[in-house]
């Protein structure tokens, strides 16, 4: 079967990307380093040039203006962005540069500054307040927290630091309530209980470091929240069907999206399960697929023959020849692995709309977990088994799913009671 043409990486040398471009004596070297590395990562012939150019021109400039790489701070990045263009290597005629051109400085930049040749940006990432110094490394050795969990209960405790004070010792329950009620009362329901674990956490993480009192993490007040009083969001099994069918297999992108739908809507698969899957996750000899669960927690699920052939598909015709070890990449340059578990619920999305279901109850990738946990209800499944298929910690959670069974409700519903009237 042909492999399709998207995925063929462009082989080509740094002469073919110089082709016509005269670099600045102080840019020639960085720029040959900068083609290998667009290369390796995929960017075709044309889109290199693109760069190419770009570069020779920020290598110009700097030259005319007697600047060194490692004088090449943010505010005279910022200058060259802005500057009325008269420059022969980008035949600007005037015009300032535009917003995609500059973004190609910057990735030209951010080459140097790997090879330590330019300095660091001062606006990369904001400082991390004093006071939660050690809280992001106990979350992770203490708590096996993910590191978007623990970036998110930074960002939420740092909200409430200016209100708490800089003296934890000083830390009392009508302090931690009063600041706690005041940061979530004009925030959503959903929004506000983010707040809950991530300064109960904080308060625990003091405590055992000697800096608060102890079990102030009791005082933050719980959110009303009556668990599983919603229907689960599912799409019928013919629907599931439409939705993994709609995938183009002639594209690359199509063949990855296959794979990646079968793996929710037959396994249950969470969005960071097929993000973090490695290719030493599957054991093709005994037919089993390790997945993480939450927690650091470890489970070996059977890998249906329909699903291992859609990755042996993906990995044969449509995944790049590259060392990254994860299973499921970027189809476009750089060739990198998916950055968050919006990607595979984008991929969800997207299926959904080209198998023409316009309203479904979600778009995420949970929807195909859901209905596969229906599914497999409905076929006579017991509880227990789409417990464990699920990697559920209670099978109370997967009796939520019992509620879209009609069959089963019917004979486990008792008669209204008559009401008996008296003839006056």
Known sequence: MARPEEVIMQRY???????????????????????????????????????????????????????????????????????????????????????????????????????????????????????????????????????????????????????????????NAALIRRVFLAQVRDLSRGYAKCFVPALRAYLRFLAVEGRCRPYLDRAVPTLPEWRLAALPRYIESADVERVIGACDLRRSCGIRDRAVLLLLARLGLRAGDIMAMTLADIDWNAGMVRVRAKSRREFRLPLPQEVGDAILEYLARARPTTSIRRVFLCTNAPIRPFATMASVSDIVRLALARAGIHNPPSRGAHLLRHSAATTMLRAGVPVDAIATVLRHASTDMTAHYAKVDLALLHTVAQPWPEVSHVDR
Do not use: N
């Open 13 to 171: 040398d740094v002469a073919d990307a110089l082709a016509g471009v005269r670099p600045a004596a102080c840019a020639q070297s960085h720029i040959e380093h900068f083609v290998e590395q667009l290369s390796g990562a995929g960017y075709a012939l044309l889109s290199t040039r693109q760069y190419v150019q770009a570069a020779a021109h920020l290598g110009r400039w700097i030259e005319v203006r007697s600047i060194s790489w490692p004088q090449l701070s943010d505010s005279v990045l910022s200058t060259f962005a802005s500057h009325r263009c008269t420059c022969p290597e980008a035949d600007g005629r005037g015009q300032k540069l535009s917003r995609r051109y500059v973004r190609r400085i910057y990735r030209f930049v951010e080459h140097l500054r790997a090879r330590g040749l330019v300095p660091a940006s001062r606006h990369l990432t904001p400082p991390i307040p004093e006071a939660l110094t050690g809280f992001q490394e106990w979350l992770r050795r203490h708590r096996g927290l993910a590191v978007c969990t623990i970036t998110r209960y930074q960002m939420l405790v740092a909200k409430m630091l200016p209100a708490l004070g800089e003296d934890p010792a000083a830390y």
